[in-house]
């Protein structure tokens, strides 16, 4: 009995999460004019709750539970505490832009809510089913939420781009799982971890299988060639939208690389390292190049994400526990640049004008220096240049790979980094030396100023002091 207390305490933050989205629904149902204030206050109050749920339980059992469908351990817990307090700052974010848009409705706050409970099972799951099931509850919530914007053509079109692909490349990684499971008979990441260890499995089914399930691990990353839908919906979706999409849903994704790749194929490691340098190095290649051609700032972000998406592979490719904690590092402060990113377009926005060409940003430094600045934080962070957290997480990754002799993937990720400083720099010279074209009035409420300051300002921090962080991820996979 008391294995079952200890068992159901692991999923104490999904419960909460589970209780409060169903609380937050029945507000948003039934108080029609205060609802959506209501769910703001009552999704804040929840994530900062759940952040707090996972910290103080850091401490406690660790181990699977569930019938070995749910793990808790240190890559949860850090992943969870992030996506938690990441959301709470997006949220935050979103706010003023949909009430600016007449967009400001309870329905976003649930869907958020419903979206990070899926993450939380991801990042925890141990099983096929509860991978699946909390990759799907994300995924549908991500669905709704591009299409929330009933009057645009492009939301709606971006929408279902999304679901189409989306739902493709989740029936591959079904697939993937289905022929991982006639192989091996289970599926339970552990047990199918030691039916392969024990090797006398067929490897062609075993490898049929890993293709199918790296395709779909690919496409939730955005990794070439499954990233056709990535620039559509960042450019379509609304800001607030495109914040939530390109922040913690990676940071899930990542955990279910992760979980289905190391932790239960991991014995398959040459034939899957092959299939992801060949992701790697063609994402980091198209991302660099094609981002150079955009003009439009979000899909320039996009072509970015996918550059990113292929560094935070490096260090999976390695397949040693100090590459694993390069990558970890390399997700986290990805999302923290990309919560900054995004929180300046929609700063920068207002009523009638979308801050999304890079043409906007002409002469900020004369109008807004503060926010000029900020942006040109975020932009060398995000080109790895030192001293901010973009270089550091870069050349952790690529050490990883140096040291287990990829020296010529290495050597050309490095060459790509520079090609890819270009579309980041073409920022900070519009910014600084174009003469003024617009307005730049800023009208965000003061705690969204102060939350995007700070968030700039941590990039800038963990670049100057890495270490803990790093320390915390290596002690995840040591």
Known sequence: MMSEVVNMSFAIPELFLLTMACIILLVVAFFKQSGAKLAYILSQITMVTAALLVYFAIAGDEGLAFSDSYIKDGLSNIL?????LINTAVLMYSTSYL??????KGEYYVLAVFATLGMSVMVSAHHFLTLYLGLELMSLCLYAMVAMHRDSKTATEAAMKYFILGALASGMLLYGMSIIYGATGSLALSTIASAIQVGD???TVLSFGL???VIGVAFK??????HMWLPDVYEGAPTAMTLFIATTPKLAAFAMMIRLLVEGLGELQPYWQDMLIMLAVLSITLGNVVAIAQTNLKRMLAYSTISHVGFILLGVISGTGSGYAGSLFYALTYTLMTLAAFGIIILMSRRGFEAEEIDDYKGLSKKQPWYALMTLIVMFSMAGIPPLVGFYAKLAVIKSIVDVGLLSVAVWVVLMSVIGAFYYLRVIKVMYFDS??????VDAPPDMQLMVSTNTIAILALGI?????????ISVFL
């Open 211 to 213: 293709v199918f399930i």
């Open 201 to 203: 499995l067929n490897n």
């Open 436 to 441: 003024v074209t617009e307005e730049h009035e």
């Open 99 to 104: 009430k600016a848009r007449d967009l400001f």
């Open 80 to 84: 969870k505490i992030a996506i938690f």
């Open 221 to 226: 990353l955005g990794a070439v060639p499954f």
């Open 465 to 473: 002091f890495p270490g803990s962080l790093m320390a915390l991820c």
